[in-house]
């Protein structure tokens, strides 16, 4: 025999169509499905003021909460920051409470949250971010098998002068093949340079880099113009983790020359640590 199932509101309704039929006591009923004799009368009563409408199950939730703010301290956030939509919860906080001291008002973080559900703040659009590289890294097991390339950050020199240096060297021998400052970061700087060492140097089969522009985007698989570029020459570009700079293995002595008080111009940096 089949399971029967049932609902708790057609069991209302069996309960208190029986209960009218005159056939059982309250007792007996209560008893037969299991309930309290307080909640068939409660049953009882609900279906006889309102119906079936009455027995359906209410919320059982708080209509408030004995913690929630209360509706002139949201009506005066709202306001103010209707008048003041560049303002954040912690600013819109010190005013009130500049303004108004004797009143006691909410947290920042209870200010935001109200912000977010009146619709009174915009979410920043996500950043598109460089797609990680999952490629295994090229052993260097020969020279100009793997180069590596960084900026190695801007600095500015004895003379005032900003510099931001570009070092290339061979991951084999740790040969430091350029080191040279440019003005720009940018893929045009970033390419003469790197002509000028093929020329000099031949090509590697892979360059590896971080994943920071101009040698990674966040295009389609994070390549970028400079990287299309070695692409089509025949060499892999090859992205460290991100985080894991030791993956770059740059020349030591490289990083310990180019810093502040090393050098004294750009003139300096161009002459005096040319390969």
Known sequence: MP?????????????????????????????RYGIARETGYVWLRRYRERGLEGLVELNRAAVRHGNQTAAETERA???LRQAHMRWGPRKLKRVLERDQPQQRWPAASTIGELLKREGLVVGRKQRRRTAPYTEPLAHADGPNRVWCADFKGWFRT?????????????AYSRYLLRCQAVEKTDTVRARAIFEAAFREYGMPRAIRTDNGAPFASSAVGGLSRLA????????????????HPEQKDYASYCTSLVRPGIIWSVSDLRENLRP
């Open 3 to 31: 399971w029967k199932a049932s609902s708790v509101m057609e069991e209302k309704v069996r309960f208190v169509f029986e209960y009218e039929q005159d056939e059982r006591t309250m007792t007996e009923l209560c008893q």
């Open 77 to 79: 956030v709202l306001e």
């Open 158 to 170: 004895g003379d005032g002068e900003r510099v931001d240096p570009l070092t290339i060297s061979d």
């Open 228 to 243: 299309v570029w070695w692409m089509k020459l025949g060499i892999v570009p090859e992205r460290i983790q991100a985080g």
